[in-house]
């Protein structure tokens, strides 16, 4: 089974960074394009930004716009999403994800086929 593996979730004070790391695209053929969501308790799933694999094109949600990037490193299959400036909104747990064709918008959830399990993020 393909999997997508998040790390480098944590703890940090508003005003603060982390970088997420999303490893396995590599096994998807052909990867369109790979998206980060998030989702906070009592509240639905919310995509954070995207990255179309061909073109090198991201898309992100107006609130993390000039905070968030996401990035790749082709020869690890992993995607990146650094976040700068945390405030404690962007809490949640956040999931990387993968979609194999061009359908649908990129902040839909239903657009992805492959998702990974989930890093915890908290801003406190």
């Known amino acids: 089974d393909v999997q997508l593996v998040e790390s480098g979730g944590g703890s940090v004070q508003a005003g603060g960074s982390l970088r997420l790391s999303c490893a396995g695209f590599?096994?998807?053929?052909?990867?369109?394009?790979m998206g980060w969501f998030r989702q906070a308790p009592g509240k639905e799933r919310e995509g954070v930004g995207s990255?179309?694999?061909?073109?090198?094109?991201?898309c992100y949600a107006g609130s993390v716009k000039g905070r968030f990037t996401i990035s790749q490193d082709k020869a690890k299959s992993t995607v990146y999403l650094d976040m700068t400036n945390l405030e404690p909104d962007d809490a949640g747990m956040y999931y990387c994800?993968?979609?194999?064709?061009?359908?649908?918008?990129?902040?839909?959830?239903?657009?992805?086929?492959?998702w990974g399990q989930g890093t915890q993020v908290t801003v406190s």
């Open positions: 994800a993968a979609a194999k064709g061009r359908g649908g918008r990129w902040s839909e959830v239903k657009k992805y086929d492959y």
């Open positions: 990255f179309y694999m061909t073109g090198g094109k991201s």
């Open positions: 590599g096994y998807i053929y052909p990867t369109h394009c």
